[in-house]
């Protein structure tokens, strides 16, 4: 037992060591992401039109607008030791990309120089910014770890235009506001977490949601639940101006299938098409999940229903990590956070071939918190793992082969629909 236990001192050591990268690194990235947001405004990167932007100054500048809404997330990895750094190089270029895109469409459409389009990009980005405290009591989309692409597109063309349009926020450029989103991607990728932490990112600044909860027996109930909460966004918005977020609380593919194959749907379908056709001009915002959108009906999918469709796959190994570290946060267990093994836990997933939500892993942490034995005992990365075997006891679904090429086809089915962001258009 006295080399046991000398063993796992001396393991315990070694893994303090190992992370102990990661904060020192870290706090070099806040005192230079500080840095730059004190400098905003001041420097302009990549500002002249036409100028070679895309490098070094078109990433920091996608950085800077990125930590300004979810501080901590890229570039912030619990630890060094078997990280895949490619996966967040990836991540970061994608938006770096996405970012570029988005400044030189402004431009085009308001027929400004490009300084003044990225002024309005970070402007409009801002306005969905909540301020991260890193101490696990993050609010919406703050709380979500890894997903940086997603998220990004999310604050852009969903959050940021309806907190605009309910605050009456006039920044000389805004987005249409869409009439409903999709969320899709196989199982246990988040996609209910996400749209969930959405939701609560919006109620932050006082956007109305309107949860709804359909029955998968009772047709007629669940026809009425729509109209209900269509009616009463068309209401909210006659009376006070602002946008409701109508959450469908279970999957779109279940509820509002194909009307030729599964004609008991006929009536869920019908009425999500009379209520939900062009509705932001009526006061609502509809938001749900699928894990095949194949399956639903085409009707739905179109522009003017569907505007805005974003795949979810699983959590790259970084997001893990740094999920796993904000749950410890936020159940008070920041000492563990500092010695907790991350990488025998990714390894434990990756050879079950396991994919969790990061609801999930917040459930993993808080039942191991729940089963210590002493209430100073530090969580352990066994303790987490040994959760997780329990959990998966009762068949839960894997990401295999199979799934992962029916996201690749299900990618390639909604880009036929002509997905597009909603057209930009000049403020009145």
């Not at 315990?12 to 706090?27: A, F, V």
């Not at 109305?208 to 009425?224: A, F, I, Q, T």
């Not at 050879?351 to 892993?361: D, I, R």
Request: proline letters at 4%; a neutral charge.
């Amino acid at each position: 037992m006295l080399i046991s236990a000398i063993n796992g001192f001396n393991n315990s050591i070694s893994i303090k060591k190992r992370n102990q990268n990661y904060i020192n690194n870290k706090k070099v990235e806040e005192r230079n992401t500080a840095s730059q947001i004190k400098n905003y405004g001041q420097n302009e990167i990549g500002a002249v039109k036409n100028k070679p932007s895309f490098g070094f100054d078109a990433f920091s500048l996608a950085l800077l607008g990125y930590a300004l809404l979810y501080a901590g997330v890229i570039g912030a990895g619990v630890y060094q030791t078997g990280i895949d750094e490619r996966t967040r190089k990836k991540e970061e270029q994608k938006l770096a990309r996405e970012t570029e895109a988005s400044i030189d469409n402004i431009s085009e459409k308001l027929r400004v120089p490009y300084h003044e389009a990225r002024e309005y990009h970070y402007n409009f980005l801002r306005l969905a910014e909540i301020k991260p405290t890193n101490d696990g009591n993050e609010k919406g989309l703050n709380a979500v770890q890894g997903y940086g692409i997603e998220k990004y597109k999310l604050a852009m063309d969903v959050i940021a235009p309806i907190i605009a349009k309910n605050t009456n926020r006039n920044l000389g450029y805004s987005k249409q506001i869409p009439n409903g989103v999709i969320l899709y991607g196989p199982t246990g990728g988040g996609k209910t977490y996400i749209a969930d932490k959405v939701c609560e990112h919006m109620e932050y600044f006082g956007v109305p949601v309107e949860n709804v909860n359909l029955d998968g027996s009772n047709h007629s109930k669940n026809v009425r639940s729509i109209q209900n909460a269509f009616l009463k966004a068309e209401e909210n918005y006659k009376k006070t101006g602002k946008i409701t977020v109508i959450n469908f609380k279970e999957d779109a593919d279940v509820f509002f299938l194909d009307r030729r194959t599964n004609p008991e749907c006929v009536k869920e379908v019908r009425a999500l098409l009379k209520y939900g056709e062009n509705c932001a001009k009526k006061g609502a915002v509809w938001i749900g999940t699928a894990n095949n959108p194949q399956m639903m009906d085409a009707a739905i999918l179109r522009p003017g229903r569907t505007d805005v469709k974003i795949p979810i796959g699983d959590m790259e190994d970084f997001a893990i990590a740094d999920m796993l570290k904000y749950t410890l946060y936020k159940y008070d267990e920041k000492e563990s956070s500092e010695t907790f093994d991350y990488p025998k836990v990714i390894d434990t997933m990756k050879n079950q071939m396991v994919v969790y939500t990061p609801a999930e892993l917040e459930l993993f942490v808080a039942q191991a918190k729940n089963n210590k034995l002493l209430p100073k005992q530090e969580i352990t990365a066994d303790m987490v793992i040994a959760e997780m075997q329990k959990y998966s006891q009762n068949d839960f679904p894997t990401l295999t082969d199979e799934m992962i090429e029916r996201f690749s086809k299900d990618k390639d089915y909604i880009a036929s629909f002509e997905e597009k962001t909603p057209e930009d258009n000049l403020t009145a």
